[in-house]
């Protein structure tokens, strides 16, 4: 499929290398082709506190949109712990950095309940530019929290297990296999696919 003319591309804003390397590879395979070019800008966007998932989300891409000048999407991983009530949640880049794979596992000693999933962290979100409504794709991978097993070159992947791997821990995993199920994989899909569908109404809004 021929790419859809704009007056610029889909900028995708992160200040995460490995998020970038990923969603590049996925965008590249799969069915459907994206109709639009989408290229990439490195900015450590501020993000809100104490807020959900979603206003977290919504709030970076709209910042994002005014940053850019014209199209952008973001995205936000959670880790979200079932005994911790969804904690650390959207806090776990915070969490991980200040205690490192072990200390973030002996917050779960005190618990029998060691699942968690990757949420909404895959929400990727889409902007056509500034003041344009913010979409939201929740994408979603259910797993427990092990001891780190795998290379530690990307965040949380070496603790956490996806239910469906056969007990590779994320980072144990191929990057085809790992984007094939996980939060990033599913929540890109749905964004391609409501772009594909929506490819007329996201080009007027960016026009
Ligand atoms: O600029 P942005 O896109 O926000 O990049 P970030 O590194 O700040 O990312 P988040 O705010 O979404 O924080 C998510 C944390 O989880 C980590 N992370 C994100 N996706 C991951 C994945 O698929 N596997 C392992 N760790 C991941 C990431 O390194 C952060 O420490
Ligand atoms: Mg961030």
């Known amino acids: 499929m021929s790419k859809r003319a704009m007056p610029q591309p889909i900028v995708f804003v992160t200040g995460n290398a490995k998020k970038l390397e990923e969603v590049k590879q996925i965008l590249a395979s799969g069915a459907e082709e994206l109709p639009f070019e989408v290229t990439s800008q490195k900015v450590d966007l ?4 104490g807020a959900s998932c979603e ?8 910042l994002a949109a005014l940053e850019v000048k014209g199209p ?3 995205e936000d991983t959670s880790l979200c712990y ?5 904690l650390p949640g959207p806090y776990i880049k915070w969490f991980l950095q200040s205690l490192g794979h072990d200390d973030l596992n002996k917050l779960l000693a005190g ?4 699942s968690a999933y990757a949420q909404r962290g895959c929400l990727f979100t889409l902007c056509a530019g500034p003041g344009k409504e913010v979409r939201v794709f929740d994408g979603r991978t259910e797993g427990k929290i092990v001891e780190a097993r795998g290379p530690t070159d990307f965040g949380w992947d070496p603790v956490f297990e996806p239910s469906e791997s056969g007990g590779q821990t ?3 995993m191929s990057k085809e296999a790992k984007n094939a199920i996980s939060h ?3 929540a890109l ?3 391609r696919t409501w772009l594909v569908n929506h490819a007329e109404t996201f080009a007027q809004e960016a026009a």
């Not at 501020?46 to 506190?49: F, S």
């Not at 079932?82 to 969804?86: E, N, Q």
């Open 46 to 49: 501020p993000e809100l506190q």
């Open 55 to 62: 206003e977290i989300a919504v709030e970076k891409c709209r």
């Open 72 to 74: 952008v999407m973001c």
């Open 82 to 86: 079932h005994a911790l009530k969804g």
């Open 111 to 114: 618990y029998e309940d060691k």
């Open 170 to 172: 994320f980072a144990e």
């Open 184 to 186: 990033r994989g599913r």
């Open 189 to 191: 899909q749905l964004l």
